[in-house]
């Protein structure tokens, strides 16, 4: 990623944020900044940090300008509490992120007794909207719908080959890797491997191992783009031929850094792709000329601010309370995902998973392309 993100967008968004001497309408934006997942804390950073300055641009939230606090949770569950407590105390009312799943539900305890609403772009564990609290919402899906779709493509186009799940052992990971299973099993197939690794992990040769004993051709993996990348460059370093298949949590560019050639032929589910819809053509470009590509995470995160613009404008009112019964009861709301409502968990009704494969680019460069 460029040290130089989204010049022009950023440097509105300081402007019309930093230079806001009375704002008193604090918005918190809680994501890995530093650590493995910086490059995903970066999309949500910026997309988030755009859609307020626009809405900034155009008056605030009912009269009121927007304040950004930027917490730092590292991909780390205490580090994200730590973030939550301190916005709590700040008197941030409202929070978009944060992106791991494991990080979200914890933190989103801590915004439910606070006061404080929670919208992420990118925590896709059933938990988090499965516990009654009225404070959580997400504008992703989630891993029961993804896992399904995973599955039902392993045994439609995979059926008689030898599968291998492998997971990093974190909420979000297992939990998608079990759904998928489940899906698979519902099939009748059995996984011939299952195991977890864990988050951090360099050296997968004696999974590797593992996979040559048993005869893999198919390995799904529930986890992220850091140990994703590397287990794909070790199978290819070992001679291993398997078709690699993931979730939203590989979709991101810095896979194939890692992965190199080898990322060739992976396949992950997401949702569409934002950047696909012409009405966001503008708003592409101008993250584009900034010098920041809108991949991944970076829209989703612009749709949580634009949701939580959009009910408080219709409930003509900041209080967090009021704006979180607004997000289940009216909508849908116009966002870059297009028209999002809610439902009274806090789950989005919005298209489901597709299926992406990495190929290399006119520019020589490798990305997720749709099927």
């Known amino acids: 990623m460029k040290t130089s993100l989204l010049s022009s967008v950023a440097v509105t968004a300081m402007l019309i944020l930093g230079g806001t001497a009375h704002a008193d309408l604090l918005v918190g934006i809680g994501a890995p900044l530093t650590g493995p997942n910086a490059?995903?804390?970066?999309?949500?950073?910026?997309?988030?940090?755009?859609?307020?300055?626009?809405?900034?641009?155009?008056?605030?939230?009912?009269?009121?300008?927007?304040?950004?606090?930027?917490?730092?949770?590292?991909?780390?569950?205490?580090?994200?509490?730590?973030?939550?407590?301190?916005?709590?105390?700040?008197?941030?009312?409202?929070?978009?992120?944060?992106?791991?799943?494991?990080?979200?539900?914890?933190?989103?305890?801590?915004?439910?007794?606070?006061?404080?609403?929670?919208?992420?772009?990118?925590?896709?564990?059933?938990?988090?909207?499965?516990?009654?609290?009225?404070?959580?919402?997400?504008?992703?899906?989630?891993?029961?719908?993804?896992?399904?779709?995973?599955?039902?493509?392993?045994?439609?186009?995979?059926?008689n080959s030898k599968v291998a799940i492998i997971h990093d052992k974190t909420p979000y990971g297992q939990g998608l890797a079990d759904e998928t299973r489940k899906t698979l099993e519902?099939?009748?197939?059995?996984?011939?491997?299952?195991?977890?690794?864990?988050?951090?992990?360099?050296?997968?040769?004696?999974?590797?191992?593992?996979?040559?004993?048993?005869?893999?051709?198919?390995?799904?993996?529930?986890?992220?783009h850091t140990e994703a990348g590397l287990i794909i460059r070790q199978l290819a370093d070992q001679s291993l031929k398997v078709t690699f298949i993931s979730g939203d949590g590989i979709a991101n560019t810095e896979l194939a850094a890692i992965a190199?050639?080898?990322?060739?032929?992976?396949?992950?589910?997401?949702?569409?792709?934002?950047?696909?819809?012409?009405?966001?053509?503008?708003?592409?470009?101008?993250?584009?000329?900034?010098?920041?590509?809108?991949?991944?995470?970076?829209?989703?995160?612009?749709?949580?601010?634009?949701?939580?613009?959009?009910?408080?404008?219709?409930?003509?009112?900041?209080d967090p309370e009021t704006v979180a019964k607004t997000l289940k009861e009216k909508g849908p709301f116009k966002s870059v995902l297009g028209n999002i409502a809610f439902d009274d968990k806090g789950d989005p009704k919005l298209p489901g998973y597709i299926m992406y494969e990495w190929k290399k680019g006119k520019s020589g460069a490798y990305s997720y392309v749709q099927q």
Do not use: M
């Not at 940090?49 to 008056?59: P, Q, R, S, V």
């Not at 059995?190 to 040769?205: C, H, P, Q, R, T």
């Open 39 to 159: 490059a995903v804390g970066a999309q949500i950073q910026k997309g988030a940090e755009a859609a307020i300055a626009e809405i900034n641009a155009a008056g605030g939230l009912n009269g009121e300008k927007i304040k950004v606090v930027l917490g730092d949770d590292a991909s780390d569950a205490k580090q994200g509490v730590s973030v939550a407590n301190k916005f709590a105390a700040d008197g941030v009312k409202f929070v978009i992120g944060h992106y791991n799943s494991g990080v979200s539900i914890p933190a989103s305890e801590v915004y439910a007794e606070n006061g404080i609403v929670e919208v992420t772009p990118g925590a896709t564990n059933p938990v988090f909207t499965e516990r009654g609290l009225w404070n959580t919402f997400r504008t992703c899906g989630r891993d029961d719908q993804q896992g399904s779709i995973a599955g039902e493509y392993i045994a439609k186009h995979f059926k």
């Open 260 to 318: 190199g050639d080898a990322v060739a032929g992976t396949l992950n589910t997401f949702g569409p792709d934002p950047r696909n819809d012409p009405a966001n053509g503008k708003l592409v470009e101008k993250f584009r000329a900034a010098g920041f590509e809108p991949e991944a995470y970076t829209l989703y995160a612009y749709a949580a601010a634009q949701t939580i613009a959009e009910a408080a404008t219709a409930a003509k009112s900041n």
């Open 186 to 224: 519902a099939k009748g197939i059995k996984a011939s491997l299952y195991e977890g690794v864990n988050v951090g992990d360099k050296d997968f040769s004696a999974l590797i191992t593992k996979a040559k004993q048993a005869g893999i051709n198919v390995l799904y993996w529930g986890g992220l």
